[in-house]
């Protein structure tokens, strides 16, 4: 039996006013990478995933993080 395909949608839209931070949580360093990239590289390892699109709110499409993850490969960014 063929391996099914399998897409995920990995939202990072939010922007983290709970914390009274400026930067939303997701682009936070944790453990020498921000949150979104731990996410992404988690479900990057996974085999039986078949493509990854990650969507982000266009108000931080410019972060610096954003263009290290845009250059990974087979996950499409759509900016909202």
């Known amino acids: 039996m063929s391996q099914p395909f399998i897409s995920l949608i990995l939202l ?5 006013l ?3 931070s400026s930067l939303p949580k997701q ?7 921000t ?16 493509e990854i699109m990650r969507v982000i709110v266009n108000y ?9 993850i845009k250059k990974s490969r087979h996950c499409p960014l759509i900016v909202l």
């Open 60 to 68: 931080c499409s410019n972060l610096l993080i954003l263009q290290r």
């Open 35 to 50: 949150l979104a990239w731990h996410s992404l590289d988690f479900f990057l390892k996974r085999k039986e995933i078949s």
């Open 27 to 33: 682009y936070m360093p944790f453990l020498g990478k």
């Open 12 to 16: 990072s839209g939010g922007k983290g």
């Open 18 to 20: 709970r914390m009274g």
